[in-house]
């Protein structure tokens, strides 16, 4: 029998003799490094779970989440808001004229008036949003259907869009400002509210649309072209408006120059896209005047909509919503019922463990004691 000789090389994939030396090329081994990182051999610890140390959590999560999610579903509960659906379904709405007749060719606007009443009155600032249903802004070729440059005022992308925005692109030759399917879909609708006292006399609730657009959005993200040019006519000289616009974007608020354009509030507000299907954005704000009066004092109101944006072709709803918020934000029961769910789910976990544990520990105690 021939003796075979052992050789660390070897093993590791490093062959000896003439094969090292212009022979065959052998392939390098896989073997990891012998490290105790490779090889799995680094210190670990794995706790060890009993009654001593899992109870104690389970009492601690429940006792700490209960008392915040009660706190967090009142804080919600004390929300006061107002909601009012305006899409001109049903034949006795006052919308449903506009509702039918309105389309995105119609040349002259559709107004209608909607009355309600407040029960109880609105104290602190009151913020008024506008919600829309069945509208999938989250759609993958919608989200992308923008130019970030051309909104950030660069000249280049004005005068040549992003092949993104197709087929909202062009329009006769000239570049859409803005671009996009988002930008041309932007909601239009104008809503106007009166107070009705007592004895008849109508009341403009001032409604203020300057602040409702995220502070990074408004003096980051969106500029206008020319940089300090005021005549925004000039600006966007050479471009086309959108599609289902009615009128170009310097035209949005000529009476503000810091809200006109591409920095127009309401603008910017649509083109932070939603999540969900169903969902509400900030149309105005209505500031408390008076620390003795409320905002909006219980009684009749009048809803005033000009009815610029049609939803039934997609299956939509549209409504207005008036809120106050807290310092959680909006009505959300949500975020305290979870808590207050998982909060007492452990705390039941808790007693029914500490029942087993102190049941089954005094049998096994018992057993343990010699006859």
């Not at 610890?45 to 999610?69: D, E, H, K, N, S």
């Not at 602190?124 to 989200?143: A, D, I």
């Not at 007592?198 to 072209?225: C, E, M, Q, Y």
């Not at 149309?283 to 620390?291: A, G, L, M, Q, T």
Request: charged residues 20%; aromatic residues 12%.
């Amino acid at each position: 029998m021939m003796a075979s000789s052992y050789n660390a090389k070897e093993e590791d994939g490093h062959h000896s003799g003439a094969a090292s030396h212009g022979g065959p090329a052998v392939a390098k081994s896989k073997k990891p490094d012998n490290t105790a990182f490779k090889q799995q051999r680094l210190l670990a610890w794995q706790p060890i779970l009993t009654a001593g140390t899992v109870l104690p959590a389970f009492f601690v999560i429940g006792i700490f989440f209960l008392p915040i999610g009660i706190g967090l579903f009142v804080t919600s509960n004390n929300i006061k808001e107002f909601e009012i659906d305006y899409t001109g379904v049903d034949l006795d709405s006052p919308c449903y004229s506009c509702a039918k007749n309105f389309s995105w060719n119609s040349t002259t606007p559709c107004v209608c008036t909607v009355d309600f009443t407040l029960e109880q009155p609105f104290e602190s600032n009151v913020y008024m949003y506008y919600g829309l249903s069945n509208f999938y802004q989250n759609h993958r070729r919608y989200v992308k259907s923008r130019d970030d440059s051309q909104l950030y005022g660069d000249l280049s992308s004005l005068k040549e869009p992003s092949k993104e925005c197709e087929p909202y692109r062009k329009r006769d030759g000239l570049p859409i400002a803005p671009c996009g399917a988002i930008a041309n879909s932007l909601f239009n609708d104008t809503l106007d509210l009166y107070h009705i006292e007592s004895n008849g006399t109508v009341n403009v609730i001032p409604l203020v649309n300057r602040g409702i657009a995220w502070w990074t959005d408004k003096h980051v993200k969106f500029r206008n072209p020319g940089g300090n040019n005021n005549n925004l006519t000039v600006a966007f000289q050479d471009t086309a408006k959108p599609v289902n616009w009615r009128k170009p974007v310097y035209e949005l608020d000529p009476t503000d120059l810091e809200n006109n354009g591409f920095v127009n509030e309401d603008f910017i507000v649509w083109m932070r896209t939603a999540a969900l299907p169903t969902f509400r954005k900030l149309y105005r704000i209505i500031h408390k005047k008076s620390s003795t009066t409320p905002t909006l004092p219980s009684g009749r109101y009048v809803l005033n909509i000009t009815y610029n944006y049609p939803v039934l072709s997609f299956d939509g709803r549209k409504r207005m919503i008036l809120s106050t918020i807290s310092w959680m934000g909006g009505k959300n029961p949500f975020l305290g019922i979870a808590y207050i769910t998982v909060g007492s789910i452990c705390f039941l976990l808790g007693v029914v463990l500490l029942i087993i544990h102190h049941k089954y520990d005094n049998r096994n105690n018992s057993a343990d004691i010699p006859s």
